[in-house]
């Protein structure tokens, strides 16, 4: 898969990552992966359904990956969940 079909959801604002999303598949890509971490799950999920109920009613849903990364930090390790949802056309 190539790098630029993955959209990583941060702390923008939900519609950016949707047109990102819309604007890809507007560039004939067959398929995107929306990836997310922590609480920004919710915010993949939302972006989406977005993108499929509003945008690009065609889109379907292709794996959705659901685990636990092991982080890192400053107090040791730490336990966060992770999400790959597969939009395709």
């Known amino acids: 898969m190539a790098e630029e079909n993955i959209i990583f ?3 923008k604002p939900t519609m950016n ?3 990102a999303v819309v604007t890809q598949f507007n560039n004939n890509v067959d ?3 929306i990836k997310a971490r922590g609480k920004a799950i919710s915010k993949a999920v939302d972006i989406a359904e977005i993108t ?3 945008f690009i009613q065609d889109a379907k ?3 959705i990956k659901v685990e636990t ?5 400053e107090r040791g390790e730490s336990n966060v ?3 790959e949802i597969t939009l395709t056309r």
């Open 9 to 11: 959801v941060g702390k």
């Open 69 to 73: 990364e092991v982080l890192q930090g």
């Open 31 to 33: 398929h995107i992966t």
């Open 81 to 83: 969940s992770s999400i």
């Open 17 to 19: 990552y949707v047109l």
């Open 52 to 54: 499929r109920h509003k």
């Open 61 to 63: 849903y292709g794996n």
